[in-house]
């Protein structure tokens, strides 16, 4: 069976410093692997997927995320954080059904 | 504009009453997903269909019921069987054709 599990319910960093958001995986088949960000009182937008090929992924507002089937992680990276950042932020998985299951995701605060 | 659309934002329920969400989307896809969030819980999976006049029950459906009667339409009806409603509800549609899932901007059900 699928899992996620996102080390670290709150992360905590300054403006301009590196963002690093962890996210481990289990799958029985190889992994579709999402991210998702949520700003309050919003639904999910779509930061970045994995389904196959390269395995360092960009997405939008400069995050990446990198596949390491080694290391069953998929973890969510930023070089320098903005304010405009601080957000809620989920991994997820696809089963073979193509549902999502998710992790209980990572609060990011980004401070001046 | 293309998207998915939720309807009302906000929404309060007497104890006894049964509610029903609405959830709409214009992209042409064939799967339509529930999901309830509560904090620091992620996301769970009430209903999901993949297919016009079919649905299947996801993690937590108990106290739930959907319809889908039209490609476009995926409304979640909260019964009075649920016993404890209030949390935010997020309407997803995607899966499999598009290998991602995009989601509406939520309703807030609040249980007065």
């Known amino acids: 069976a699928q899992s996620v599990t996102q080390l670290g319910s709150h992360v905590s960093v300054s403006e301009g410093a590196l963002v690093l958001l ?3 995986y289990s799958s ?10 949520q700003y309050p009182n919003q639904g999910l937008q779509l930061l970045l997927k994995y389904t196959t ?18 290391e069953t992680s998929f973890h ?5 954080a903005h304010m405009s950042d601080a957000a809620e932020y989920f991994c997820a998985v696809s089963d073979p059904t193509d549902k999502l299951i998710f992790g209980t995701g990572t609060r990011l605060q980004v401070f001046p | 504009d293309g ?14 009453q049964n509610v029903t969400l609405s959830c709409e989307q214009n992209l042409n896809h064939d799967a339509m997903y529930w ?7 992620g996301l769970r999976l009430i209903y999901y269909s993949q297919i016009v006049n079919d649905f299947q029950k996801g993690d937590i459906a108990e106290g739930y019921s959907v319809s889908r009667e039209k490609k476009e339409s995926f409304p979640l009806t909260v019964t009075s069987a649920q016993k404890n409603p209030t949390a935010f509800y ?9 290998d991602t899932q995009y989601f509406g901007p939520g309703t807030r059900l609040t249980v007065l």
């Open chain 1, 22 to 24: 962890r996210c481990n």
């Open chain 1, 76 to 80: 969510l990276t930023k070089p320098s």
């Open chain 2, 35 to 41: 999901y309830r969030q509560d904090p620091g819980q």
């Open chain 2, 90 to 98: 997020l309407c997803a549609s995607g899966g499999h054709s598009t």
């Open chain 1, 28 to 37: 029985s088949v190889p992994p579709y692997l999402f991210w998702y960000v």
């Open chain 2, 3 to 16: 998207g998915i659309t939720q309807s009302p934002k906000y929404l309060f329920r007497k104890e006894g």
């Open chain 1, 53 to 70: 090929g390269a395995t360092l992924v960009k997405g939008i507002n400069g995050f990446e995320a990198e596949f390491k089937k080694s």
